[in-house]
């Protein structure tokens, strides 16, 4: 699987946007751009993926690069509960069977009041 | 509605002990995960199983044998325990669309392991 770089950590007031990036300078054409996140004491789940489009959902919005080299998750007003490890994973679209998730160092967010 | 529940939260044993792990996900999906999550946070895939087969074993120590009883359950036991195993072990489950990019992966609570 292509790597992926994320910030170890950052930090944000609550009620405001954040800007997650991750960088994939590496990554293949057939490789879709997937985050997940893990809060304290939980399993990791499903935020948003995409593969050129930007992409909204209820839980934040994904914009990717023109060139595919990097992606950033927005979150478009954070709350306490968004306080999590944030995971940018890349998945190749001919992934075989049962596929794993290969996660890295993930972006600690840090939300304060 | 647990979607995957994992049993026991905890679990405390000595060095040398057999111990089993169990998994089970009501959502009906057809394969199932093993994570390790070790002290420094690293998440790392263990297993995974697709219609009770074994398709992934990532170089785990032959001391684990998952068992996948039925599609719903997939449980790991562990012998001759060792202080390096002590982690949080994460279960999951996904639908498997043929080999799709998207196969949203659902994560348990995880299991604390410590062997003392």
């Known amino acids: 699987d292509a790597k992926t770089t994320q910030p170890n950590s950052m930090e944000s007031n609550e009620e405001e946007p954040v800007h997650l990036p991750c960088n994939h300078s590496?990554?293949?054409?057939?490789?879709?751009i997937h985050w997940y996140r893990q809060l304290p004491s939980q399993g990791p789940e499903y935020v948003i993926h995409?593969?050129?489009s930007n992409v909204n959902n209820r839980m934040a919005s994904l914009a990717i690069a023109e060139d595919r080299k990097s992606s950033t998750l927005i979150l478009h007003r954070a709350t306490l509960r968004d306080a999590a490890v944030y995971y940018c994973?890349?998945?190749?679209?001919?992934?075989?069977?049962?596929?794993?998730?290969?996660f890295g160092t993930g972006t600690r967010l840090q939300v304060t009041l | 509605d647990t979607a995957v529940s994992q049993t026991p939260k905890y679990l405390v044993t000595q060095m040398g002990n057999d111990k089993s792990i169990k998994c089970e996900q009501n959502?009906?999906?057809?394969?199932m995960y093993w994570y390790k999550q070790d002290s420094k946070k690293f998440l790392k895939i263990m297993f995974s199983?697709?219609?009770?087969?074994?398709?992934i074993n990532e170089t785990v120590p032959n001391r684990f044998s998952p068992k996948s009883p039925d599609k719903a359950h997939l449980n790991l036991h562990i012998n001759s325990l060792e202080l390096g195993d002590s982690a949080v072990y994460f279960c999951?489950?996904?639908?498997?669309?043929?080999?799709?990019?998207?196969?949203?992966?659902?994560f348990g609570p995880g299991t604390r392991l410590t062997v003392l």
């Open positions: 199983y697709n219609n009770k087969e074994l398709i």
């Open positions: 995409g593969l050129t």
């Open positions: 590496t990554i293949s054409g057939t490789d879709y």
């Open positions: 994973i890349l998945r190749d679209v001919n992934t075989g069977t049962a596929s794993k998730l290969t």
């Open positions: 999951a489950s996904s639908q498997d669309l043929g080999g799709s990019y998207y196969n949203e992966q659902f």
């Open positions: 959502l009906g999906h057809d394969t």
